[in-house]
Each structure stands twice: as C-alpha cells, then as structure tokens.
C-alpha cells in the first residue's frame, strides 16, 4: 500500500537551477494538492487540483507552476529555485468532494543555497 | 484571503493533564478538520467536522466546529507521553481547498 508518493526526498539546489518534485497517489482520489512546511508558518498551500484537468492557486503559488498529468500524479516545478524556496513540500490527496481528509506523502526535503 | 488562527502557540503540560487549543476565523468553512504531525512525517487526520455545532470524539479527543462554521476547539484529555507533537486545525471550502493553521506545539514535561 504506497499511498502518496514523493520523489525526491531530498535535494539541494543552487539559486536559479530548476527542478520538479514528483507526486502520485494510488487510492483513485480526485484532489491533491501541495504545500510548504516552514517552521512557525503551519502549512502553506501552494497550488491544489480538485479534478484531473484543474489546477488552482493556493496561499503562496508564486514561482512555482504545477501539472496535474493524470488523475494519479500532480507534479510541482520550480522554473528559477530561490533561497526563499527552502523547505519541507509535502504532496497530499483527498476523495474531494469535501470529504476532508487529507493523506500526506512523506515530504521532500529542499535547501536552496 | 483565508486565514487560520491558531492558539496557544505551544503548550508545555503535566502527562495527565487536559490541553485545549482553538482555531478561528473570519471566513465561513465546509468542513473543519484536525490533524497531529509527529517529527519527520506528514500530518495524519484525528477529527474531522462537517455540520455547524457538532461536537465529535474520537478516544480522548473531543472537537466541536462552531456555530457560525468560524471557528473551532479540540480537547485533549489525560495526556500521554505519545500526545506529543504538533497538532493543526484546517479548513476546507466548498471548492475543496483545504487551509491550515500554524499549529500548537505540544510538549508533555516529565
């Protein structure tokens, strides 16, 4: 039973190198979505797809664009990596339709430097 | 745009002791969730909350979404040593976007 899963789980980038973290899920769910972990900030929302073929912004979307490939994988690219891009991303997924809860991957781990 | 206002920031209490720790906000949500993250993983739902004033258990935790669908608490009672980590309230929109506090920190001292 995978769940959610994210690749890479840890990666270090130079300032305006790009890269994109995988995502896919293998419970038929119909929303995923991405977020930031910062410490003291909670969870940010960075962009999140309630269908396949839908994306949306979520609370801090800029310099990040997202792919929702099919209904399994929803990829987050980083075109231009900025410090202010170190963080733990975490990749999650929902039944939707306002089910609320939500199943985590296990986070990936980026250091801008 | 949406926000979660989550309290206290962190708790440092007795093992047995009850914690409780709310969430509000000026925007109306659907559903209101809680979820616990322990260190190095993602958060894992505990209680979640669908009608305006329903109040829910789930063992020793107790969660009530508010009237107006703004805010809401979650109760800890006995706390054990496993209690530990940072517990967050989230809301969800009827679009499914699906919001997170700051979370509270807690800490149980031996």
């Known amino acids: 039973n995978a769940g959610v899963t994210q690749t890479p789980k840890f990666q270090v980038l130079k300032t305006g190198q790009s890269m994109t973290l995988q995502c896919a899920q293998d419970m038929n769910h119909n929303s995923m979505y991405w977020y930031r972990q910062d410490p003291g900030m909670g969870l940010r929302l960075i962009y999140y797809s309630a269908s396949e073929g839908t994306t949306d912004k979520g609370e801090v979307p800029n310099g990040y664009n997202v792919s929702r490939l099919n209904k399994r994988e929803f990829s987050l690219r980083l075109e231009s990596a900025a410090p202010s891009q170190t963080s733990v991303y975490f990749c999650a997924s929902s039944e939707g339709r306002n089910t609320g809860e939500l199943f985590f991957g296990e986070g990936s781990r980026l250091t801008v430097l | 745009g949406q926000q979660l206002n989550q309290s206290p920031q962190s708790m440092f209490i007795q093992e047995g002791e009850d914690v409780s720790m709310n969430c509000t906000s000026s925007?109306?949500?659907?559903?209101w969730l809680w979820y616990k993250q322990d260190p190095g993983e993602g958060p894992v739902l505990l209680i979640a909350l669908y009608k305006a004033g329903e109040l829910t258990s789930n063992g020793r935790l107790t969660a009530q979404f508010g009237i107006t669908r703004k805010d809401s608490f979650l109760n800890i009672s006995a706390s054990i040593p496993s209690d530990v980590g940072i517990y967050f309230c989230?809301?969800?929109?009827?679009?499914?976007?699906?919001?997170f506090g700051k979370g509270t920190r807690l800490h149980i001292l031996p």
């Open positions: 989230a809301g969800q929109l009827w679009d499914d976007k699906i919001i």
């Open positions: 925007s109306i949500f659907n559903t």
